[in-house]
């Protein structure tokens, strides 16, 4: 199991702030395959050319990265500031 937070445009666009979801292991990219796999929403909001990002356990993944079991993903929309 995962704890997945969604924030910002990406609350808003999914209608949820977090979720709980059955995990057998994998990585990064294949937990957003498995979420854009869902509907056409999903699909468009997480589309890779869409900018955000995702951390596990508040670690920013630059890329590829494993999600243990029992892990917290974040999915970020781009932040911006001075």
Same mark, same amino acid.
């Given at each position: 199991m995962i704890r997945i937070l969604y924030f910002g445009m990406l609350r808003d666009k999914l209608g949820r702030d977090q979720e709980q979801l059955e995990w057998q292991g994998?990585?990064?990219?294949? +937990? +957003?395959?498995? +979420?854009?796999?869902?509907?056409?929403?999903?699909?468009?909001? +997480?589309?890779?050319?869409?900018?955000?990002?995702?951390?596990?356990?508040r670690q920013m993944a630059y890329e590829d990265m494993p999600i243990p079991d029992g892990a917290e993903v974040g999915i970020l929309p781009p932040v911006t500031g001075g």
């Amino acid at each position: 199991m995962i704890r997945i937070l969604y924030f910002g445009m990406l609350r808003d666009k999914l209608g949820r702030d977090q979720e709980q979801l059955e995990w057998q292991g994998g990585s990064t990219s294949e +937990l +957003l395959a498995q +979420l854009r796999s869902r509907d056409t929403q999903w699909a468009e909001a +997480l589309a890779p050319g869409q900018v955000f990002r995702v951390a596990v356990n508040r670690q920013m993944a630059y890329e590829d990265m494993p999600i243990p079991d029992g892990a917290e993903v974040g999915i970020l929309p781009p932040v911006t500031g001075g």
